[in-house]
């Protein structure tokens, strides 16, 4: 883990020009998809696209570790909404290290929990329920998650402070029963920082085109989104997916092969 | 115990002498902290030329399996194994393991011995994480086993608490030693050392079709480009002590390849004698080790398993 100027170049350089008539039609081809596949979702439960979904889809049943036990919160689900929190509180200046910001956080979830707060998360109030012990542990997973991010950034070559770990989510205008999210845990003006983790897969390149193609459904106009960068800690690596008329095709292809995965039988239904 | 050869920093303490009031903490913290001035700098063509080697390596497994096979995931566990000083591979090569400390299933099927040491480990380093991140261990079973509880690995929970009473006794007779050494061992870390545990370590090969990973127990210091910047420390439950000494060779390997230079200092605690040990990264430690990992790929390509995916 070091400063790495690879990867705060893809954060800061400009994104290509694109000709706007193929971004447009390819913009118009995604939005046009969307609409056809939440009238097909008419009467069905809600369905939200995530990455999870997208990654899900893509796996083949060969791939291995293939485990859809239910959620839990553990050290390892929670050390990103934790670790973002604390670089968020970094990069105020209210927290000088990753260890006093986590630490920080932790205590706005005990104080949250005893106070009634309506702030006060599932998260929180699971953080809040264990031992000493147990959330040293959660602590320790979330203070080297924050510390391979912060440190990894360049922090003060952004003009504007970066936003951290804000997920963007779009709802189909044609269907309450459709959303797509976006996460990026670090955004700044021209790029989206998504960190990932376990090995590389296929289907990575579709999990940030999503996020393209919500950032760009959520613009006004023909406005392009920035690049989206993926970045595992891990290795180093990084993926870039630029702001360009494949990435949206990508995004809305991957968010109908999600939802046809999820159980809804899209060409009898249509 | 012999860790800091080449250069010796430091004598260790005798073997089971070493208890928390002899302050061997902040012996270590000094001795990781050393002269800031002299950090050394590394030959920027180090980290490309490592690749390089290993990536001709990785090409011969990958076109002896066949570019369709998963991916293969090696950790230490598989590469330095002392009982596999052929560095070929054996008969679970092929599954591996990722180095997921939570994954306590995968041990189950080793003997009882074998899955005593794996439990301990664990627990020891649960109470490790506690140490660097609180400074403090209260109970050490009851402690480790609700780190374990927070962390998902509730296959190493059900194992400990499924013991019989008088084995659970000795057990955690066994693990307050381990903390009461690792409380006079472990540094405490004021928060801008940037202190971190469990980061793990990930290099592809061949695409991707092989993986050499690793976790770092603890890395301390703050990363500066182009100069070797940070200190890793290793933790041994139950040695042995050359095969301990030699993952950290292989995690500091791994990191020349991830970020273009190694960490410059390395200490290695031994939780169950408290004995320590600290030495300098150097460019003949990584080439030792590239080498190792290159010859273990050369004799995998020509094994017997290697069309097995």
Sequence with gaps: ???????????????????????????????????????????????????????????????????????????????????????????????????????????????????????????????????????????????????????????????????????????????????????????????????????????VRAELAL??????????????????????????????????PAALTLGAEAVELAIGGAGTPLRSAA | MVLVAPRPLFRPAPPGDATADRGTGAEVLALLRGDAAAR??????????????????????????????????????????????????????????????SAGAATDHRGDGATDRVLLSRLVQALFRQLVHTGEVHDPLADALEALRATGDEATVRRAESLPEGARAVLAETLAVHARNLSGLVPRFAPGWMARTNDRVAIPLGGGRIVLHGMFDLVVGLPQPRTASLCAVGLSSDGPWAVARRSLHYLSLLETLRSGTPPFRLALLESASGRYGVEDVREEHLRAIAS?????????????????G
């Design chain 1, 211 to 244: 996020v393209t193609l919500v950032e760009s459904l959520r613009l006004r106009g023909d406005d392009r989104p920035g690049r989206v960068v993926g970045w595992w800690p891990d290795s180093g690596h990084l993926v870039r997916v630029e702001p360009e």
């Design chain 1, 1 to 203: 883990m070091h400063m790495d100027n690879r990867l705060m170049d893809a954060l800061v350089e400009p994104v290509s020009a694109v000709d706007p008539a193929s971004w447009r039609a390819a913009l118009d081809e995604a939005k046009s998809k969307l609409a056809g596949l939440a009238v097909r979702r008419a009467g069905a439960t809600r369905f939200r696209v995530t990455d999870h979904e997208v990654r899900t889809a893509f796996r083949s049943d060969t791939d291995d570790a293939v485990h859809d036990d239910p959620f839990a919160w553990t050290a390892l689900t929670a050390r990103r909404p934790i670790g973002v929190a604390a670089v968020r509180l970094l990069v105020a200046g209210a927290a000088r290290s990753p260890l006093e910001a986590v630490r920080s956080r932790l205590a706005e979830s005990g104080r949250w929990v005893r106070d009634g707060s309506s702030s006060a998360s599932q998260l929180d109030r699971w953080v809040e329920s264990l031992s000493p012990a147990g959330r040293a542990a959660v602590g320790a997973e979330a203070v080297t998650w924050a510390t391979r991010l912060w440190c990894a950034l360049d922090w003060s070559m952004f003009a504007v402070p970066p936003v951290v770990g804000r997920d963007h989510w779009w709802d189909s205008p044609h269907s309450a029963l459709l959303a797509l999210r976006g996460r990026a845990d670090v955004r700044t003006a021209d790029a989206h920082l998504v960190v990932l983790s376990g090995p590389r897969r296929g289907s």
């Design chain 2, 40 to 101: 050394p700098r590394f030959d920027p063509g180090l980290a490309g030329g490592l690749r390089a080697w290993l990536e001709d390596a990785a090409y011969d497994v990958v076109a002896a399996r066949g570019e369709h096979a998963p991916p293969l995931f090696l950790g230490p566990r598989q590469l330095l194994s002392p009982h596999d000083e052929q560095g070929g591979p054996g008969h679970d090569w092929v599954a591996g393991d990722r180095g997921d400390r």
């Design chain 2, 292 to 308: 190792h990992i290159a010859a273990w790929l050369e004799r995998a390509s020509a094994g017997p398993t290697n069309a097995h």
